[in-house]
Nanobody, 124 residues
Framework: QVQLVESGGGLVQAGDSLRLSCAASGRTFSNYAMGWFRQAPGKEREFVAGINWSGGSTSYADSVKGRFAISRDNAKNTVYLQMNSLKPEDTAVYYC?????????????????WGQGTQVTVSS
């Protein structure tokens, strides 16, 4: 069984930065791509960023390109999301998830393990 635990969310002002972390249990963390998703009230869950098994390939939603950066440390079984220049529209619950593949994918149904989520609120 894989467990994912997110941390680092909070209340910030527009223009501030936050770094989310996702710690994974299990010995096969490095065998899979990882992703960050978010869900705002009344909206569907959307892909934010993904990273392949080695960290050598990443992908971002257009809305966060140039502001967010995903990374991973396979030795620590942890994936990160550095969020800069935050905007009120970034307000959402952020989830990390493990993909079923080694390559980056953006489709939520292709992720098999999810964390409980961490709230990010950006005030204007």
């Amino acid at each position: 069984q894989v467990q994912l635990v997110e941390s680092g969310g909070g209340l910030v002002q527009a223009g501030d930065s936050l770094r989310l972390s996702c710690a994974a249990s299990g010995r096969t963390f490095s065998n899979y791509a990882m992703g960050w998703f978010r869900q705002a009230p009344g909206k569907e869950r959307e892909f934010v960023a993904g990273i392949n098994w080695s960290g050598g390939s990443t992908s971002y939603a257009d809305s966060v390109k140039g502001r967010f950066a995903i990374s991973r440390d396979n030795a620590k079984n942890t994936v990160y999301l550095q969020m800069n220049s935050l905007k009120p529209e970034d307000t959402a619950v952020y989830y990390c998830a493990r993909a079923r593949t080694v390559s980056v994918i953006g489709t939520p149904s292709l992720y098999d393990y999810w964390g409980q989520g961490t709230q990010v609120t950006v005030s204007s």
